[in-house]
């Protein structure tokens, strides 16, 4: 039985794409209950995403200017948050909001708060004293990764979150297809995800270019782009067509790793370097490279050896346990 209908402010402030893909999650399984959700991003990447359409009816979408300053940012904040009085507020990662900006801003917000608990940067924790300002939040939810404060008393852990659960995922024939390949084309497929930094962009159809060069005519080789970008195919979310990809190379993010893991799809990454996040830590040393002779090596290793353990058919989602725990805070 669905929960009352709740006013949910969701803020997912951040570079990249993931912080906004896990707010997204989220949102999707809010509405899916019944809530009405408003989502603060400053992604570059969400101008160009469907957002409203995939997240539903309930879902509002706030896109702040990526380019704008600092001041200009916390601007749009404060704006946001004094537009209504949410039931709740939901704030991923950063405690004390992207520019720090919540640190005097949280105590106008007369709702619970909710801080989605990750994995952060000690030295940030240290230095701006994160230990007080996660005090402010009534609950913690960790979504699926170890976080500092994972122990705290109003700490609950999840499992991994997705953007989508596994029967809203394409078969493996009905991915290939939506990628492009002929029923008939028995290739196996890499899949190079595009999108970070505008160096990491530039890199990763690189790794395309030399990946076509070394594997041609044995593997189709994609370039996975979330918004439109010369060279790439257009697919988002990549979840929904991870069934039909047999090697996976991005970098080390939340997200990619937790999709990977989920559908069984080998993984081939970068620990990109992050002020925050720490993506060395999330890769196994089998999934990590560190330059592009290595990667081709791996992803060529892994082609030869496909054959192991049948891919899971299904997994488990945490953002519905996260739904239920926030609902709770809620009332």
Not at 19 to 40: E, S, Y
Not at 222 to 230: I, R
Not at 272 to 292: C, F, I
Request: proline letters at 7%.
């Amino acid at each position: 039985m669905a929960a009352r209908r709740r006013h949910w402010r969701l803020y997912a402030l951040g570079g990249g794409l993931g912080h906004l893909t896990r707010a997204a999650a989220l949102a999707r399984a809010a509405v899916a209950r019944g809530h009405a959700v408003d989502l603060l991003t400053n992604s570059p990447f969400a101008p160009g995403l469907p957002l409203e359409s995939w997240l539903g009816p309930g879902a509002t979408v706030h896109r702040v200017d990526a380019r704008l300053d600092k001041a200009a940012t916390v601007a749009a904040v404060g704006a946001w948050l004094a537009e209504s009085t949410p039931d709740v507020l939901v704030v991923d990662t950063f405690p004390r909001g992207l520019a720090g900006e919540l640190v005097a801003l949280l105590p106008t917000v007369r709702a619970p708060r909710v801080l989605v608990h990750r994995d952060l940067n000690p030295v940030y924790v240290e230095r701006f004293d994160v230990a007080r300002a996660v005090d402010a939040f009534d609950l913690l939810v960790v979504p699926g990764e170890d976080a500092p404060f994972m122990h705290h008393p109003r700490a609950v852990r999840t499992a991994p979150w997705l953007l989508l659960d596994a029967d809203a995922c394409l078969s493996q024939v009905e991915a290939r297809r939506r990628l492009g390949l002929d029923d008939g084309d028995s290739r196996p497929l890499v899949a190079v995800m595009g999108c970070g930094r505008p160096e990491e962009v530039a890199e990763a159809g690189e790794t395309v270019a030399r990946l076509r060069a070394s594997l041609t005519p044995h593997a189709e080789v994609l370039w996975l782009v979330p918004t439109p970008h010369e060279g790439g195919l257009t697919v988002w979310p990549a979840l929904e067509v991870l069934r039909g990809v047999d090697v996976l190379v991005g970098a080390g993010g939340y997200n990619t790793v937790q999709e990977a893991r989920a559908t069984g799809t080998p993984l081939v990454a970068w620990a990109r370097p992050r002020l925050y996040d720490r993506q060395a830590l999330r890769l196994k040393a089998a999934e990590r490279v560190e330059d592009a002779a290595e990667l081709e090596a791996k992803v060529s290793s892994l082609l030869l050896h496909q054959a192991g353990p049948p891919r899971p058919s299904t997994w488990v989602n945490g953002v519905h346990a996260a739904v239920e725990a926030i609902e709770r805070v809620a009332r």
